[in-house]
């Protein structure tokens, strides 16, 4: 049996690796915004011959578009981001590209102002605020007789809340480390699709944890003068079978639409991926420690 109490060190102490190397890189390179946040020009476009990214980045600039990122999209495709342009610029800019390169087709393109990305910005900030509010409420709710059940601890509902926020802040902290870093040296943005997928990483990791959380409360009810370590170990090892094989199931479709799903939502799946994997680990390895550490002087 995997004990989550007497060996949360370990637990806490691989946490704290992969959290602090995430707020160094927070700290140090921010976050890049696309244009859904900053407002400005996206198009994909595919070549009728292969093209290398750096010789667009380099005829573009050429041509006085600075600031302009170029990245390869499939085999022939590529995706131009640039600040806001006028119908004069964007004008000039395919014309630079139609007699450089020859001709492409224009598989997408966005423009967006900057105020509408400031607006995007900030609801992108309160929906994610909500949400954590909601999963707050929602616990205090639906575990609000619990203190009624421990003989030998006195758990409230909101210490369930609160590990489960401390989880969750993991839980999102590790994929915005990691989106710092690709953005430092691969260019990657945060875009719509990003909140989306944290949103997501919210919704999965919160209920991993409840069922974790709701065993205790069914094992409380059965043995309440049993020893809340002892209490804590055994509903989580009797829910470990069932987190892991859910999680196994959608990391392998995450894996699969990674490797096969294309450019497009390669990142999206990424941040998935990484959320989920840490999201699984937190509800096993953190938010029950965090459980037992509050109480372990009133056992």
Same mark, same amino acid.
């Given at each position: #049996? ?28 921010g976050l890049?915004?696309?244009i ?9 476009l595919?070549f ?5 990214s750096?010789q ?14 170029v ?7 590529? !995706?131009i ?14 014309d ?7 001709g ?9 102002g900057? /105020?509408?990305g +400031?607006?995007?910005?900030? +609801? ?6 909500l ?6 409420f929602?616990?205090?709710?639906? $575990?609000r ?9 006195k ?6 809340? #609160?590990?489960?926020?401390v ?10 480390g !990691? &989106?710092?870093?690709?953005g ?19 919704? $999965?990791?919160?209920?991993d944890?409840?069922?974790? &959380? ?5 094992? !409380? ?13 055994? /509903?989580?090892?009797?829910?470990l ?8 199931? @959608? ?5 699969? #639409?990674l ?13 998935? @991926? ?26």
């Open positions: #049996m995997i004990s989550v109490t007497r060996h949360y060190k370990i637990w806490f102490s691989i946490s704290a690796f992969f959290i602090g190397a995430s707020i160094i890189a927070i700290a140090l390179w890049a915004p696309g859904d946040f900053r407002g400005g020009v996206q198009a994909e595919t009728e011959r292969e093209v290398n750096q667009i980045t380099e005829e573009l600039q050429t041509a006085g578009f600075t600031g302009v990122v990245q390869p999209v499939g085999e022939r495709g590529t !995706l981001k640039s600040a806001a342009l006028d119908e004069a610029r964007l004008a000039k800019l395919k630079t590209l139609q007699t450089k390169f020859g492409f087709e224009e598989i997408s393109f966005e423009s967006i900057p /105020s509408i +400031r607006e995007l910005t900030t +609801r992108a900030y309160w929906q994610v605020i949400v954590v509010l909601g999963i707050v929602y616990i205090a709710y639906a $575990f007789k619990i203190g009624q059940l421990a003989q030998n601890a758990i409230a509902a909101w210490h369930l809340g #609160m590990a489960t926020i989880a969750l802040i993991h839980d999102i902290i590790i994929p915005l !990691l &989106f710092a870093i690709l430092k040296y691969r260019a990657v943005e945060v875009d719509g699709l990003f909140i989306t997928a944290l949103l997501t990483i919210l919704g $999965f990791s919160v209920h944890t409840i069922v974790v &959380f709701d065993r205790i409360r069914e094992n !409380l009810q059965k043995y309440p003068h049993k020893h809340l370590a002892t209490l804590i170990d055994y /509903s989580v090892n009797s829910t079978a069932r987190s892991i094989n859910t999680s196994s199931t @959608l990391i392998f479709v995450l894996i699969a #639409m490797l096969f799903g294309g450019q497009t939502i390669f990142y999206f799946v990424l941040a998935l @991926l990484v959320g989920v994997t840490f999201g699984t680990y937190s509800s096993i390895f953190i938010a029950s420690p965090i459980l037992y550490l509050w109480h372990r002087n009133k056992t």
